[in-house]
């Protein structure tokens, strides 16, 4: 049996799941498990009896085929994390608090599961913990000075775990991790607690340099400096005793600073800090200061070295790497800084070098370290500098023969340097950084030469250069050759992740090669990347799977940090945006985005709600602006803007049921002060629904109001009451007022104007109006004012009477009119292709 179906069956086994293949010929005659599907052909159980149909369908994230279809996975969160965000929701609707014991429990098992799986918080967790601890300070000050005890509260313990989880690297900081830190530094700021206070003083400057404030971090130290001078010397003693009772992984973490005092450790933070934001003359300042207090160590060198290497400072490159050699040689314990790393920053160098053609530096520190008998991890970053000065796979090969031979110099053979399937990666890796797919692959074969054989990275730098040139059906072969390997350290995930993706992109592979591979990452609980989510739900909405869409979401979009949502949910919003998707399809799409993505902000909701009208669907819109309208964030509840563009909207589709529903939206809204702006949009609203005096109320509303009309206010009047019955009287009076009051009355406000007074039937009053202001020189007569007055008349008749004059009278300006072409609606009024579009 292949290996990756005998890991498949153990796979079920062990999570007790059946084994579901759906390739099983004979499985519609034997099962006697049935599903139920009208569609097709009644089946024949083993009795002979016709029974219920089957249709076996493969459920991507559920392998139960009892389980019922309308099922959904729940959302799929880190422990506490749920009850942090009920919180947040409660003090957004300043509803009835959690209780306390709620919170610390809260915050207590995910604190917890962040140290067991060793995994650094997103920002939108961070943000959920700073402000559950916020409440939680909160409420022990209130306890305290009510004189009440608290029987649950977070102890010194838990707040230094908390600080140490923050630590963790991983995920980009954000403001929401220092703000967490800092409130930390504040609330355990306290004699008594020194080895606590340490631990959050550490993780508030790591915070603080590694997001741009490295001036602040700076003074803190000095700040913790002065106040704890006296504890200073039993801080090394305290360092080791962590390190003790920590497990490896965080022994791992305070290898660099086991040997230094707590504020070296802490300057050696403030100098990454100013080394990553490229300030020369901190760094220099703080360089200085840390080898006042005591010798360089090699986490000093190793910063220093690589800031010379950003800056491509040659002198300062050369004086680090000796410095940082050195003192990686002096140190009592191999366990400390291994030969693994001190390999690794030579390769560093060594590509910094070829890269920069810096060869003779590189030269000179490769005969440097070839004078001792160097570690195997320092021969491969050699036989990478070798590839890279154009040495050819024969010649590394006769260099591999040379550093086998000088084995016999070293008595312990633990310890000889042979080539392996390392070495060969990091050839093979260099290769595929250079673009020479060709070079790469005669490494993999002198590797089998020398009876090296591929491991999972081999067929893993194998697929990432395939899919780097888009040979994605070589790809798909070098993963078939990956699951004959051990791939328990999930070495191929961000590169199997990338063919999927890329199998959905490709629309060559049949979707159950894509769900194939999907479903091994799946199996393997990977991590699914946000291209991947992104490709994978895009794949299910185009074939109207909606439950697999909740299913993948529910599983992995609550793992991601805020930018990785918002890429998977501008993926979702897109698609709901792309006209070629049909209506249903794109409802569906925005339920899984409002469900899933509770974050979406107010302008991506009000695109969404406009993209539904300009489907003719204002049901639609209408319910998504509720769904804005029924939120609990302020950055999504409607604003003015808002109910303008919906009424807007609802205008285009003269839809009067919408629009009072909406409107008594309005009305009930405590937060939206109406203005100007949004009656102009009630105007236009109403008009396009043939409500002109309903519409004209908001125009008195408007002149009534301290902010007053603006001129967009005059021409959405005019125009309704060019729609209203007897509007040309409230159209004179309005004109009468605005020449009272000395309004400067443009060519535009005149084309309403004429229109409003036409738009009753009196074709008279409005061509007499027109000539008697041009013959006093208040207007000239063009062709929008002529298509103006003709859009407005009132039936087909008075059209006729104004086409006729307009022929006759103004002929140029009728046939410059008559090229913008014309539109007849279904009762056969006309109307010229020009602009009447009015603003609110």
């Known amino acids: 049996m292949p290996s990756h179906l005998s890991r498949l069956v153990f796979r079920r086994l062990l999570a007790n799941e059946p084994i579901v293949y759906r390739g099983c010929v004979r499985r519609r005659q034997y099962s006697s498990v049935v599903r139920a599907s009208k569609s097709l052909r009644p089946a024949l159980t083993p009795d002979g009896v016709q029974g219920l149909p089957v249709q076996q369908a493969r459920s991507f994230f559920n392998l139960n085929i009892f389980a019922k279809k309308d099922e959904r996975k729940e959302a799929d969160m880190d422990p506490g994390i749920d009850k942090m965000m009920e919180l947040a929701k409660r003090q957004r609707m300043s509803a009835r608090?959690?209780?306390?014991?709620?919170?610390?429990?809260?915050?207590?098992?995910?604190?917890?599961?962040?140290?067991?799986?060793?995994?650094?918080?997103?920002?939108t967790q961070a943000q959920y913990v700073l402000q559950s601890l916020r409440y939680y300070f909160k409420a022990v000050k209130e306890k305290q000075?009510?004189?009440?005890?608290?029987?649950?509260?977070?102890?010194?313990?838990?707040?230094?775990?908390?600080?140490?989880?923050?630590?963790?690297?991983?995920?980009?900081?954000?403001?929401?991790?220092?703000?967490?830190?800092?409130?930390?530094?504040?609330?355990?700021?306290?004699?008594?607690?020194?080895?606590?206070?340490?631990?959050?003083?550490?993780?508030?400057?790591?915070?603080?340099?590694?997001?741009?404030s490295t001036s602040q971090a700076r003074k803190l130290v000095l700040q913790w400096e002065k106040d704890n001078?006296?504890?200073?010397?039993?801080?090394?003693?305290?360092?080791?005793?962590?390190?003790?009772?920590?497990?490896?992984?965080?022994?791992?973490?305070?290898?660099?600073?086991?040997?230094?005092?707590?504020?070296?450790?802490?300057?050696?933070?403030v100098l990454q800090g100013f080394a990553l934001e490229g300030n020369d003359a901190e760094v220099q300042n703080t360089l200085a200061r840390t080898?006042?207090?005591?010798?360089?160590?090699?986490?000093?060198?190793?910063?220093?070295?690589?800031?010379?290497?950003?800056?491509?400072?040659?002198?300062?490159?050369?004086?680090?790497?000796?410095?940082?050699r050195e003192r990686a040689m002096e140190l009592p314990s191999p366990d400390i800084h291994s030969a693994t790393r001190m390999g690794q920053q030579l390769l560093q160098v060594l590509k910094w070098c070829l890269a920069r053609n810096h060869l003779d530096t590189g030269h000179a520190i490769v005969k440097e370290v070839m004078t001792t008998n160097p570690s195997k991890a320092v021969w491969d970053?050699?036989?990478?500098?070798?590839?890279?000065?154009?040495?050819?796979?024969?010649?590394?090969?006769?260099?591999?023969?040379?550093?086998?031979?000088?084995?016999?110099?070293?008595?312990?053979?633990?310890?000889?340097?042979?080539?392996?399937?390392?070495?060969?990666?990091?050839?093979?890796?260099?290769?595929?950084?250079?673009?020479?797919?060709?070079?790469?692959?005669?490494?993999?074969?002198?590797?089998?030469?020398?009876?090296?054989?591929?491991?999972?990275?081999?067929?893993?730098?194998?697929?990432?250069?395939?899919?780097?040139?888009?040979?994605?059906?070589?790809?798909?072969?070098?993963?078939?050759?990956?699951?004959?390997?051990?791939?328990?350290?999930?070495?191929?995930?961000?590169?199997v992740n990338r063919l999927v993706v890329a199998l959905c992109k490709s629309q060559r592979h049949d979707f159950d090669t894509?769900?194939?591979?999907?479903?091994?990452?799946?199996?393997?609980?990977?991590?699914?990347?946000?291209?991947?989510?992104?490709?994978?739900?895009?794949?299910?909405?185009?074939?109207d799977e909606e439950h697999d869409v909740v299913d993948l979401l529910n599983t992995h979009a609550f793992h991601y940090a805020s930018g990785e949502r918002e890429q998977v949910r501008s993926t979702l919003v897109n698609f709901c945006l792309d006209p070629s998707t049909s209506t249903s399809q794109a409802w569906q799409a925005y339920n899984t985005t409002r469900t899933i993505f509770?974050?979406?902000?107010?302008?991506?909701?009000?695109?969404?709600?406009?993209?539904?009208?300009?489907?003719?669907?204002?049901?639609?819109?209408?319910?998504?602006?509720?769904?804005?309208?029924?939120?609990?964030?302020?950055?999504?509840?409607?604003?003015?803007?808002?109910?303008?563009?919906?009424?807007?909207?609802?205008?285009?589709?003269?839809?009067?049921?919408?629009?009072?529903?909406?409107?008594?939206?309005?009305?009930?809204?405590?937060?939206?002060?109406?203005?100007?702006?949004?009656?102009?949009?009630?105007?236009?609203?109403?008009?396009?629904?043939?409500?002109?005096?309903?519409?004209?109320?908001?125009?008195?509303?408007?002149?009534?109001?301290?902010?007053?009309?603006?001129?967009?206010?005059?021409?959405?009047?005019?125009?309704?009451?060019?729609?209203?019955?007897?509007?040309d009287w409230r159209a004179k009076d309005l004109w009468q007022l605005l020449r009272r009051r000395n309004v400067e009355l443009d060519q535009a406000l005149w084309s309403s104007y004429v229109a409003a007074l036409a738009g009753n039937g009196d074709n008279d009053l409005a061509i007499g109006t027109v000539e008697e202001a041009e013959a006093k020189g208040e207007l000239e007569v063009d062709s929008f004012l002529l298509g103006s007055l003709f859009a407005g008349a009132g039936g087909q008749v008075?059209?006729?009477?104004?086409?006729?004059?307009?022929?006759?009278?103004?002929?140029?300006?009728?046939?410059?009119?008559?090229?913008?072409?014309?539109?007849?609606?279904?009762?056969g009024m006309r109307a010229f292709r020009i602009d009447r579009r009015v603003a609110p």
């Open 145 to 212: 000075d009510q004189g009440e005890a608290l029987p649950h509260i977070l102890g010194p313990a838990e707040l230094r775990k908390t600080a140490k989880v923050l630590m963790l690297e991983g995920e980009p900081l954000s403001a929401a991790h220092t703000e967490l830190a800092a409130l930390l530094y504040e609330e355990t700021h306290a004699p008594g607690q020194p080895r606590l206070l340490k631990t959050v003083m550490i993780a508030y400057v790591k915070m603080l340099s590694l997001t741009g």
């Open 381 to 495: 970053a050699i036989f990478v500098w070798a590839a890279g000065t154009k040495r050819s796979v024969d010649e590394i090969d006769r260099m591999m023969t040379v550093m086998e031979k000088s084995n016999g110099t070293i008595s312990d053979t633990a310890q000889w340097r042979t080539p392996d399937v390392a070495t060969m990666n990091g050839l093979v890796e260099y290769a595929i950084s250079n673009n020479d797919p060709y070079m790469a692959e005669r490494f993999i074969a002198l590797g089998r030469d020398r009876n090296i054989e591929p491991d999972t990275q081999t067929y893993v730098l194998q697929m990432d250069y395939r899919l780097s040139v888009g040979d994605v059906d070589g790809a798909l072969i070098a993963y078939k050759n990956l699951q004959s390997m051990d791939l328990s350290s999930n070495e191929d995930a961000k590169t």
């Open 229 to 269: 001078a006296a504890s200073e010397s039993s801080s090394s003693q305290i360092e080791e005793v962590e390190a003790e009772n920590s497990d490896l992984a965080e022994q791992d973490e305070m290898v660099d600073y086991m040997l230094d005092p707590t504020s070296l450790r802490a300057w050696s933070i």
């Open 798 to 827: 008075k059209q006729t009477e104004i086409e006729a004059w307009g022929k006759e009278k103004y002929p140029e300006q009728w046939a410059e009119l008559e090229k913008f072409g014309e539109d007849s609606d279904e009762v």
């Open 598 to 727: 509770d974050e979406t902000p107010r302008d991506v909701r009000t695109e969404l709600m406009t993209s539904f009208f300009t489907r003719e669907r204002t049901d639609m819109g209408v319910r998504v602006f509720q769904h804005m309208r029924m939120h609990t964030r302020a950055d999504t509840i409607p604003t003015v803007d808002t109910y303008v563009a919906c009424f807007m909207g609802l205008a285009k589709l003269r839809d009067i049921e919408s629009v009072e529903v909406v409107h008594n939206l309005l009305k009930l809204d405590y937060n939206i002060t109406p203005t100007t702006y949004l009656r102009n949009s009630l105007i236009v609203a109403y008009t396009a629904c043939g409500k002109g005096r309903k519409a004209m109320s908001f125009w008195d509303d408007i002149v009534a109001s301290k902010e007053g009309p603006s001129y967009n206010s005059i021409h959405v009047a005019l125009r309704s009451c060019e729609k209203s019955p007897f509007g």
């Open 291 to 324: 080898i006042e207090s005591s010798a360089i160590s090699p986490r000093v060198a190793r910063i220093m070295l690589e800031y010379s290497l950003r800056r491509d400072d040659l002198a300062g490159v050369k004086h680090w790497w000796d410095t940082y």
């Open 97 to 123: 608090m959690p209780p306390i014991e709620d919170v610390v429990l809260a915050i207590t098992q995910f604190v917890t599961a962040k140290r067991k799986h060793r995994k650094a918080m997103k920002d």
């Open 514 to 543: 894509i769900m194939n591979v999907a479903g091994d990452l799946s199996d393997r609980r990977i991590r699914f990347e946000p291209d991947t989510v992104s490709a994978l739900s895009l794949l299910h909405l185009n074939r």
